[in-house]
């Protein structure tokens, strides 16, 4: 009498994904891949736990972005040329998960070529150390990468900006350079006040807005910065839409020539304001 053996839960939640598989509603030939990529879904997990201690990321992420290298693999597998799967996936799975991070682990996106030209700065500098010569200044640096001093600038200052510090975190005492009492990095940044009272186009625009006719200063700000429609503004004055439009337009290029005045050598001639005596006509409706 032969005796069976009951399947391991790996082979019994295997079946289970497979069974599911042949009830989807799609094509014959994405049901055979999708097979494939279960019963091969190990190498996956194998490609992630070998990149894991090589760089960033969480696991569950290079686990994700490896399945989605086993699946592109499995699209062109050939089994007619006679390799193993393996030989084909875990090369794919492994590029998929250097692409993530080259890509899109990072917060801010630098350039693989600006990455890339760091990178090689970098062996050159351990080259040199590990010859017990001493390292090479920026410029000796951007010529021997055969580029220009401010393209390796850019690079170095990529490569120290990708790494961001929360604000809440504590301030080192040692690294303080000024003697306020602030325990946090966001105590040490200046307040939007203080900002804007050093500002001069903030204090010229404050100058500018003062000078207004105060309706269309109003008008101005509504449709502007409290974000009121122009069609709920013109109701809410009883006046005509296409004259409040053409009111705020004309105040707008007003204050763009003052700006351009003020701010420009060569100054525009300053055009005056529509006349606070002409009010708009009230529409029809009102």
Known sequence: MSSTTAPTPPCRRLERLQRREQHRPIPASIQKRNG?????LGLAHHAANQQLPRGGGEYDDLCQEARLGLVKSLDRFEPSRGHQVSSYAIPKATGQI???RRDRLHTLRIPWRIKDLHTRGMRLQEQRLQAGQAPFSDADLAAALGVAPQRWQLARSA?????????????P?????????????IDLLPSPE?????????????EALQSLDPTHRRWLWSHWIDGI?????????????????TILRNTLQHLRRRAAAAFSAASPEVLPLP????????SATH
């Not at 900006?161 to 301030?171: D, F, R």
């Open 194 to 206: 203080s900002e804007a009272q050093d500002d001069p186009q903030h204090h010229w625009l404050h």
């Open 229 to 245: 429609p122009l069609g709920k503004l013109a109701e809410r004055e009883c006046m005509d839409r296409r004259t409040l439009s």
């Open 98 to 100: 250097l692409h993530y």
């Open 36 to 40: 494939l990529v279960l019963q091969h």
């Open 275 to 282: 006349s606070p005596a002409a009010q708009p006509r009230p």
């Open 159 to 171: 490569h120290q900006g990708q790494h961001l510090l929360s604000l809440n975190a504590p301030v």
């Open 173 to 185: 005492r040692g690294g303080r350079t000024d003697a306020t009492e602030a325990s946090e990095r």
